[in-house]
């Protein structure tokens, strides 16, 4: 079976500052990764996945993540918050024989000035 | 990539009563998937469908409330029956193209908002 735990639900940053969005998986197959952003009032859209070979993955808007399977997490990070970066963000892990996502609780980046 | 829309955006319903809502993809789509994301919640999938076939549901999840269609390559309806405040939610559609496997990206449309007085 396949689970994905987000260690905060809510987490600030000021314009400029290192993001950090926490995302630790369990799957009993190979896991497929996945980070998603909800703008508000909007559907889910595709920031970036792991499937296999590198395990640090560029996603879109300066975003990456990297895979790292000794610790089964899956942190998403971005150098600089940008005030547009403020959503819901999710991560994912597919299960299963077909892309079933399995979501976590999300986590809500709100950037202040 | 595939657009998604979703009819209707918004809703507000009477308790008892029921309520479709229907998902229009912009290609011809593999898989199509039904969320639902309760009010500060996460999504929970609700049911896969599939062209041609009965659709899947998921623990916790039944037809009889739940119906789904899915008629051709683009298309699908989700009917909440009988409706209870609790079904007050987001329902959210989601579709993949190709062959729909593990790590194929799903595109989502915007989502349904339902409120059930």
């Known amino acids: 079976a396949q689970s994905v735990t987000q260690l905060g639900s809510h987490v600030s940053v000021s314009e400029g500052a290192l993001v950090l969005l926490r995302c630790n998986y369990s799957s009993s197959v190979p896991p497929y990764l996945f980070w998603y952003v909800q703008y508000p009032n909007q559907g889910l859209q595709l920031l970036l996945k792991?499937?296999?070979?590198?395990?640090l993955v560029k996603g879109i808007n300066g975003f990456e993540a990297e895979f790292k399977k000794s610790e089964t997490s899956f942190h998403l990070t971005k150098p600089s918050a940008h005030m547009s970066d403020a959503a819901e963000y999710f991560c994912a892990v597919s299960g299963g024989g077909y892309n079933k996502l399995i979501f976590g609780a999300g986590t809500r980046l709100a950037v202040h000035p | 990539s595939a657009v998604i829309s979703q009819k209707p955006s918004r809703d507000i319903c009477q308790r008892g009563t029921s309520l479709t809502i229907q998902c229009q993809v912009d290609?011809?789509?593999?898989?199509m998937f039904w969320y639902r994301q309760q009010p500060g919640q996460s999504l929970t999938l609700i049911a896969t469908a599939n062209q041609g076939s009965e659709a899947t549901y998921e623990s916790g999840f039944v037809i009889d409330k739940f119906p789904i269609s899915r008629p051709n390559l683009t298309f699908s309806t989700l009917t909440v029956s009988n409706m209870s405040p609790e079904d007050s939610s987001i329902y959210l559609c989601s579709a993949t193209l190709g062959l729909a496997g593990r790590g194929d990206e799903q595109f989502f449309g915007p989502g349904t908002r339902l409120t059930v007085l």
């Open positions: 792991y499937t296999t070979g590198a395990t």
């Open positions: 290609s011809q789509v593999t898989m």
